[in-house]
Antibody, heavy 126, light 110 residues
Framework: QVQLQESGPGLVKPSETLSLTCTVS??????????WSWIRQPPGKGLEWIGY???????NYNPSLKSRVTISVDTSKNQFSLKLSSVTAADTAVYYC??????????????????WGQGTLVTVSS | SSELTQDPAVSVALGQTVRITCQGD??????ASWYQQKPGQAPVLVIY???NRPSGIPDRFSGSSSGNTASLTITGAQAEDEADYYC?????????????FGTGTKVTVL
């Protein structure tokens, strides 16, 4: 059974950099079948995709966050990480890591997030 | 760029059927996936592709799609189905690939 676990500081000061790590167990970030994403959810609000990374290091970010986001992968530790710079109170959210499956179903390519971490609340406050 | 719009809230009597819709231009190109989220928990995948359920998801959950609208139907809703539901799809408009979540629908089982 694949499991993902987020870790990192729960409190970050405004203007500083938020850093989180997702540790994957029961599966490998080096598998070419998956992309590894970060998704966040401000308190009481909806979900927002932040970006993903492929095991090769190829990344894709949400245009609304692209200038502040860096996602990296460490295959030796079976982890991937998120850095979000110049944070403000608007970045306060539960941050989830998730595995994205891309597969062919009856001749059609489909995309979905099949495994999620439990989420970690990051509060931006001085 | 495309957004995905859902009704904010719906209610359904125990054992009855409820349909949740998701509208957006990206759905003309990509199938939606659907996620159930209960308070304080991570989202759980319930439907992907045209109408596929992951292992462990009851068959009362089904999906469909037409044009720019995707739907999630719960046939014979149970008390444990009370939750927030989000749709999601890829969006390649604006020459940039990204993923978009719907605005979410709160389902209340009466």
């Amino acid at each position: 059974q694949v499991q993902l676990q987020e870790s990192g500081p729960g409190l970050v000061k405004p203007s500083e950099t938020l850093s989180l790590t997702c540790t994957v167990s029961g599966g490998s970030v080096s598998s070419g079948s998956y992309y590894w994403s970060w998704i966040r959810q401000p308190p009481g609000k909806g979900l927002e995709w932040i970006g993903y990374i492929y095991y090769s290091g190829s990344t894709n970010y949400n245009p609304s966050l692209k200038s502040r986001v860096t996602i990296s992968v460490d295959t030796s530790k079976n982890q991937f990480s998120l850095k979000l710079s110049s944070v403000t109170a608007a970045d306060t959210a539960v941050y989830y890591c998730a595995r994205e499956q891309i597969t062919m179903v009856r001749g059609v390519i489909v995309y979905y997030f099949d495994y999620w971490g439990q989420g970690t609340l990051v509060t931006v406050s001085s | 760029s495309s957004e995905l719009t859902q009704d904010p809230a719906v209610s359904v009597a125990l054992g009855q059927t409820v349909r949740i819709t998701c509208q957006g231009d990206s759905l003309r190109s990509y199938y939606a996936s659907w996620y159930q989220q209960k308070p304080g928990q991570a989202p759980v995948l319930v439907i992907y592709g045209k109408n596929n359920r992951p292992s462990g998801i009851p068959d009362r959950f089904s999906g469909s799609s037409s044009g720019n609208t995707a739907s999630l139907t719960i046939t014979g809703a149970q008390a444990e189905d009370e939750a927030d539901y989000y749709c999601n799809s890829r969006d390649s408009s604006g020459n940039h690939l990204r993923y978009v979540f719907g605005t979410g629908t709160k389902v209340t089982v009466l």
